[in-house]
Antibody, heavy 119, light 110 residues
Framework: QVQLVQSGSELKKPGASVKVSCKGSGYTFISYPIHWVRQAPGRGLEWMGWINTSSGHPTYAQGFTGRFVLSLDTPLNTAHLQITGLEVDDSAVYYC?????????????WGQGTLVTVS | QSVLTQPPSVSAAPGQKVTISCSGSSSNIGNNYVSWYQQFPGTAPKLLIYDNDRRPSGIPDRFSGSKSGTSATLDITGLQTGDEADYYCKTWDTSVTAGVFGGGTKLTVL
């Protein structure tokens, strides 16, 4: 079964760090980039960045540099999002999603989301 | 504030048609393909339309997309109560080299 499975909810204190994982299965993990999307409570989707699953090279959106780190554990077909120096405003659901290219880019497969609460 | 502008909400009666707009600029919609996503509360988004007007397998033909210039549109015909959800457009913005989402539109089926 083709799927992305994310790690469970996290409750953290301000200033702490959190690492969210996203494990791909049922397909060739390194063939498709992984993107990360944030959704704050009651808000819309916000693109955070992506990681090239073949090279491991990450790219970050403006506003997600410095405290946010995208990484891979390729042997485990897993992508990670680490956030350091957590702030209350980092409280959100974080999604990983697979990117596929045809003529354009699309996100065809999504993880179930990971709720991070900073309080 | 999102780079792509969507109406916050739309509504229509069951069986009717609704149109959701997504307005951008030449650096995003004007020169890139658009995809649309459906999201029910508490669940992950789901791909509805890609490459402006293509449907993934399993998406009913009641859902259709189009693009003209710097705007894109999602049409939903034969509305059902089960279509009540949030809808997001998404594309790439070449001026900032970033993915961009619209602010989202909440569909209410009256």
């Amino acid at each position: 079964q083709v799927q992305l499975v994310q790690s469970g909810s996290e409750l953290k204190k301000p200033g702490a760090s959190v690492k969210v994982s996203c494990k791909g299965s049922g397909y060739t993990f390194i063939s498709y980039p992984i993107h990360w999307v944030r959704q704050a409570p009651g808000r819309g989707l916000e693109w955070m960045g992506w990681i090239n699953t073949s090279s491991g090279h990450p790219t970050y959106a403006q506003g997600f540099t410095g405290r946010f780190v995208l990484s891979l554990d390729t042997p485990l077909n897993t992508a990670h999002l680490q956030i350091t120096g957590l702030e209350v405003d980092d409280s959100a659901v974080y999604y990983c999603t697979r990117e596929v290219w045809a003529q354009g880019s699309r996100f065809d497969l999504w993880g179930q989301g990971t709720l991070v609460t900073v309080s | 504030q999102s780079v792509l502008t969507q109406p916050p909400s739309v509504s229509a009666a069951p069986g009717q048609k609704v149109t959701i707009s997504c307005s951008g600029s030449s650096s995003n919609i004007g020169n890139n393909y658009v995809s649309w996503y459906q999201q029910f509360p508490g669940t992950a988004p789901k791909l509805l339309i890609y490459d402006n007007d293509r449907r993934p397998s399993g998406i009913p033909d009641r859902f259709s997309g189009s693009k003209s210039g710097t705007s894109a549109t999602l049409d939903i015909t034969g509305l059902q109560t089960g279509d009540e959800a949030d809808y997001y457009c998404k594309t790439w913005d070449t001026s900032v080299t970033a993915g961009v989402f619209g602010g989202g539109t909440k569909l209410t089926v009256l």
